[in-house]
């Protein structure tokens, strides 16, 4: 419900509280909004964010009964590429299918923020994008219903350079990196920062170059590589087409060079679609889950359930749905929505524990916090067709061990 409506229909809810009790009947569905990316360029995520959904809900209803007695049930609306006309529809078709609280995993853009904020319900999302944070920042109180589980992606960068030449044992051959990024904002601040590091560590960036959003031809930004021969590649990109158009355009005539493509090696898909040319990669998450047998139980089952491996946003999906399950047991209604978003600013006063972190929040940003006992940091290496993780918040995680790529003789 918008909250300006809520203004106006308080007084009859006041009213008609009394005659309208008993009338929702135990077997009428609690409603979960999912407004997520079901076409366009984030599909593949969107995927992965309906698919821990629905995994989040049946699991609450077979091990618990639902909520209060109530079944879930999941809906979805598609807010594609974040253009504010398609995300308010979607917005307005969960609120008028009854959704009582809105998990959207992912989106693009902040039209996402600015049209859920207008609403009461709890709006929970992962994005991992600064914008979404001054999207809320620019108005906290009309945007009180708004909060982000992750830290932002000022993180990534210092964190990548890091990974390669700070968590690994290898001896750079030189200190040149070369850097290509899609034009959006979340991917050239991860260049810039990742750069930025660079640069105090000593190091020449002899490439720091962008191409437009859905680029799958990279020629230009590999004949300047192929020139410099740097010690470190990045490639700060948003879709599986285009990470897997520049590994392969890569490989044609590789360089000596660490490559790391973000996040998109978290998707299955991207890894069936280069096969053994995604071996030897780097990349990282803060969108991942803690090894531990619980998540590894999980994942078996998602693998049973939906054929594939899950991606990056599947499980934080997941943990968003029981989360919010937490809150409202907490607060005793489903409908509060006052308690229910305070329960969530306050998170850091009483942390949720799911597959994916330790979940605290930043009460003035309604952001979440990165740290080895929060959000950790995920730094992977594909090898043999799998992500093995090599460190978490900067720690040697295991046996695991680096390997050098197949590429660098």
Known sequence: MRKSLGLVLVTLLVVFSFSCLGAQ???????????????????????????????AVEDINN?????FGRPLKVQFADVGEGRPDVVASAAEELDRAGAVFFTPGAFLG?????????????????????????????????????????????????????????YIDYDHPNNKIAAVATELSYNMTVQATALEEARKAG????????????????SSQLARIRKEKPSIVMCNITTVDEGVAFMNQFLEDPTPSLVYIHFIPSMPEFRALLGDNANGLFWQTCVATIPSPEATEW??????????????????????????????????????YAALNNWFETLSDHPFKGLCANYHLNPERHEGIL????????WFQIQDGKNVLLSLSGAQFGDNEFQVPHWIK
């Open 299 to 336: 994942e078996a089952r998602y693998l049973e359930k939906f054929g594939r491996e899950p991606g990056a946003y599947a499980a934080w999906e997941y943990d968003s749905i029981f989360m919010w399950r937490q809150a409202v047991l907490d607060v005793g209604s489903v409908d509060d």
């Open 371 to 378: 740290g080895p006992d929060k959000v950790p940091m995920h």
């Open 203 to 218: 190091w020449e960036v002899v490439l720091d170059d962008v191409a437009p959003v859905g680029s799958t031809d990279y």
């Open 110 to 166: 902040p039209s996402n923020v600015h049209v859920f904020g207008t609403y009461e319900q709890p709006y929970i999302h992962t994005t991992t994008w600064r914008e979404a944070v001054e999207a809320y920042l620019s108005d906290p109180d009309e945007y009180s219903n708004v909060f982000m589980l992750t830290p932002d992606e000022w993180t990534y960068g210092p964190e990548a350079f890091k990974g390669m030449t700070e």
């Open 63 to 67: 091990m618990y009964g639902g909520i």
């Open 25 to 55: 009947a135990k077997d009428d569905p609690i409603i979960i909004g999912v407004p997520t990316m079901m076409t366009g360029s984030g599909a593949a995520q969107g995927q992965d964010i309906m698919e821990g959904a629905i995994m």
